[in-house]
């Protein structure tokens, strides 16, 4: 099969898999309004508390309010575009639990794209929105200098940074092909590890600067765009850092998905 | 003395509730690690990330990075007596159905619920309180207050929990008008997190939200044991603040028999 | 080559040990102990295409952890098998394409939409050609008496709905091999009867291998030629059901209807006769047991003409449930060599 013709069949499948999830999602649940709405809470928290801090300061560690906004922004676009588009992350515990994985086993159809599409977070559409709102908002109070490369780039880091946070999403929910019980809490604390990369790492010490530069690279998703579009680095060729972050994280989640599913004891029946 | 004496036997089955609750919590000790774990990065992230905002700086906010460094381990304290866990799983019930076999049993739905609570406190708090301590206890530089304040400061903190948990409930019961979502449960946490000073100090807001903040009963839950602990006040408005604390407990504790009443007609009229 | 080969297959799981209440908790904090639990030890078998094999055992024996493995859900242990040339685990999707699996206990429709809708979807899974599709489906709709329910969602289905659009989904892309793991538990009659006139249409039609794990033992009775019993992860038995029924239901009753009988004659008569006893002994109904291994029936019927006059009689066998409960129970041993005649059908099934 070549690479183009089974690049299309995924991206068709998962159109097909999404709207049978997103029609049932839509027959059976009502209250969206309420996931969104508290999720757009959740994330105004968190502004809130900006605002509040440097409401006193001007800057932390020289950076500004607007450039924090940013890096906040990435955190919560991306955990966005997770639980909207690839929310059956999170349900690979209960699959596994449940002994419910089964069934994808049986298809010719890659397990892990059908556990992606295995569910729809509708409160990451409130992230979302919010997320470009205030991405916006960033982009335009900072004084910065657009090129046609520049913006070209900035997609292009929007997108990688999707593509780790769901990376390492799926590669911490791999967990529970380890740890057999209902309550793994493994996933939230590497989901929260995401909240050091919602400031500029350099005020952290050494060891969590590696931890989420390195091991769980949520640095790629706000703070090294944030370095690269901010002009905070001496490199012009910083914005590699993330597409090649982006690859990282996805061969190991691939990986640990391929080495968990040897250990899958289709349990509960 | 009588009445204590009798309380034992009718509350042997709540007891047995906490007794079976705690069992559990062993039971997924790894998850209760895990959380924990997961929980401190926060405590890590907000410590370095306030270090960084004090840089420079002898006080914000008429708080010094001492009792700002206390305030946090305090909050985090607070925060942490009540794991995930136990504050989704009230709502859990009622958004998954296992409510109607509540229903079924010769007990108080709240007191039951407050049984479970507590059970696994004991268990996931206990320990969060011993191992922040040490933490805390090794590292320089965290204030300690004195006697007569630790005591009331420990009292504040099981009050803060009542508090905690009556609004816990209440956040619960609202599931039932709402079909199948944990998004009343975040609403919850988002609000809780910014009216308890959980987020950041009360005294950083604004004027007008700090005192909108202070009316409200999502301050028993982190401000008033802080405020305590740091000793802002005297023992005379310390017992003040203990003796709101009480207030709020009972009001939501009312209100979430109320509440609870009501719905069960519900259910019984629909049939669940 | 056989069609599906399995070779010392082995599978086993690590099971933690708990100790119960409160002080077994806080034990299980400080050291934990497993033991590993062979659910499959060793199997050997070979399956021909188009064969429909019943595979058989108690709960616990190992039959689903079989078929998971032949399905490449679960990795084998130690041991090899092969379907149809492929290695199910290790080419799982390829292997994916050519089977089909129905698990009565969990289904693979889509819970929140139209089963319909979960067809077209399973249409552009497995790639079904268009016309290959409307005939396939409009036939099963026929044959499974969908009709009614294509319109609801899996959510409503009665349990015997979900199970023929189960069967459907399972079938719809022309499987070379189907796998049921109880595809008829907790069905009432009418619907067994359905689904197994529809597995066996399928089987004629394709020529599609079937291995059913089943405790209905009507389900092996009209489906299957051949019998795989597994007990304890370790095969106990593989041949013929007629074999086993011959070498292992030994019993029988005939019952008469007299038109008056010499009760005493006949008493006389079943003294003089092996291992006969009476179920029931009346002037107008007898009813006599025999091990048809020591006297015929024939016998025992000429006996009871000679003491009065039958005007019907008619003879009951043991349901194969009855022979197979035996064996899981370890009351007969399918090893044993009876003392008794061995019919030629229960000695090859021996050999095999």
Redesign the interface.
Known sequence: MSILRSTRRTL??YR??FG?QL???L??????F??????V??Q??GI??LW??Y???PD??GWTFWEVVFMYAMIYLTEGFGSLFFEGTWRLGGLVNR?????M??????PILQVLTNGIG??GLGNIVIGFIMIGQALTKVDLHWSFGKILIAILLILTAVAIRVSINLAANTSAFW?K?A????P??I???G??A??PIT???MG?QLLVAVLVPFAFVSFFPAYYLFDKSTSPWIWLAPPVAAIYCGAVAYMLFRIGL?K???AG? | MNAWLRLPRSWRAYTGIATRSMQNTLAYRLSYVVNFASSFVLLIAMYALWNAIYAGRDELAGMSWTQMKTYLIISFISNSLLSYYSETRISGKILDGSVSADLLKPLDFQKARLAETLGSTVIEGGLTVIITFIVVLSASGILKPDFIHSLLFILSILASLLVKFGIVYIAGLLCFWSTGSLGIVWARMAVTSLFSGALVPLSFFPGWLEKLSLVLPFQGIVHTPASIYLEEVNVWGALGLLALQCVWACVLWLCGKLMWSWAVRQITIHGG | MSFIEIRQLTKQFRQAVKEPGLAGAVKHLFSQKYVDKTAVAGINLNIEEGETVAYVGPNGAGKSTTIKMLTGILIPSSGTISVGGIDPYRNRMENARTIGAVFGQRTQLWWDIPISETFSLLKDIYEIPEALYKRNLDQFIELLGMEDFLHLTARKLSLGQRMRADLAAALLHNPRTVYLDEPTIGLDIAVKQRIREFIRASNKEHGTTVMLTTHDLGDIEDLCNRLVIIDQGSLIYDGTLAAVKDRFARERVIHFQLESADLPALREALDRMPKVTADRLERQHVSLRFDRFHITASDVASAVMRCGEVVDFRIDEPGIEHVIKQVYEGRISLDEQHAGKQTAAGTEANRR
């Open positions: 068709f499948l097909r898999l049978t029609k049932a999602i027959e059976y649940q009502t209250d969206f309420i996931m969104i709405v508290s999720a809470l959740t105004l928290l809130v508390f509040v801090v409401n006193r300061i932390i560690n002994g419910e994985l089964d069934v086993l049986l298809r010719p159809v890659s509708m409160n740890i019980n309550g793994n809490a493994f939230i604390m989901h929260n590890l909240e050091f919602k400031y005020i952290f010490s969590i040897r899958y004891e289709s029946n």
